[in-house]
């Protein structure tokens, strides 16, 4: 009788706790998106204060930045997950990279800015901040894939091997489709953290925008929206609807993050049930 109260308290407090917590997020985005919203109009991407340029830089860096971590990030988590032999060496390679995962971003920045901008002459680029974003998401995509991949039952990898499948097989047929949500979460994570980023952006990047909407050229300036949004709150222009452009922007980087989230977690459901029901068919 005791244990049942107990479990039934326990479910309370967690149920409790949940609604606390979805409370304050729903209030955040209110808060959020009732300020900002009804800025969303067309002059506010296209008129002289518009922030077109810095949407079409956040999505730009963005993209660059995963296009440099990913292959690196994903490789060497399975790496270590299914083929990395357990001695010290690998010991201290999952020691760096844990390390690395907690090492405040406006490091990460002082790095990009020393390598790139100095040392290699990039300047204040769209290429020097996404290469140091990538190096901002790389430790967090080694860890999130290699756990991901040990969620795995190592039943499905003997099954799998004892009806003569290769290990590359089972790894492209089984192992990777059961991880794939856990895999989606964790680019989902680094790609919210990459779109909000400021420290390293200023650092690397820039404060500026490219005069042509929808600049190509990596060596542009690249003043995203997280940083517009940082310097209209601590250095407002004289002159400029400093506030408006502020609250409108964070509507507009809310509204950015859930539909980017709503994009990978979607299709990646669709596709997990589609090669797992291609594998036991």
Not at 46 to 74: D, H, I, K, T, W
Request: charged fraction near 15%.
């Amino acid at each position: 009788m005791k244990a049942r109260q107990a479990d039934r308290y326990a479910s309370i407090m967690l149920w409790v706790g949940a609604i606390f917590i979805l409370a304050i997020l729903v209030a955040f985005l209110g808060l959020i998106l009732g300020r900002g919203l009804h800025y969303l109009t067309p002059a506010f991407f296209r008129g002289p204060e518009g922030v077109g340029g810095q949407l079409f830089n956040s999505f730009y860096l963005l993209a660059l930045s995963l296009v440099f971590s990913l292959p690196v990030g994903l490789g060497a988590g399975i790496y270590l997950a299914e083929y990395a032999p357990k001695n010290k060496l690998t010991d201290l390679i999952r020691l760096s990279t844990e390390s690395l995962a907690t090492v405040p971003s406006i490091v990460f920045g002082l790095f990009g800015m020393i390598i790139f901008v100095n040392k290699l002459g990039l300047g204040f680029t769209i290429l020097g901040g996404s290469a140091t974003l990538a190096l901002l998401n790389l430790p967090i995509l080694v860890r999130v894939t290699e756990e991901s991949l040990r969620t795995v039952p190592r039943s499905y990898r003997e099954a799998s091997l004892a009806l003569g499948a290769t290990m590359w097989q089972t790894l492209r047929k089984v192992i990777l489709p059961t991880a794939l949500p856990g895999l989606i979460t964790g680019v989902t994570l680094v790609a919210g953290r990459a779109l909000g980023e400021t420290a390293i952006l200023i650092f690397t990047a820039g404060m500026n925008v490219s005069r042509k909407l929808f600049d190509l050229n990596p060596f542009a300036a690249g003043e995203t929206l997280a940083v517009q949004l940082f310097a209209a709150k601590s250095n407002p222009l004289p002159g400029t609807n400093a506030d408006q452009i502020a609250d409108g922007t964070a509507a507009l980087l809310i509204i950015m993050v859930i539909v980017f989230n709503l994009c990978l977690i979607i299709p990646s459901r669709w596709l997990q049930y589609r090669l797992l029901g291609k594998n036991k068919e």
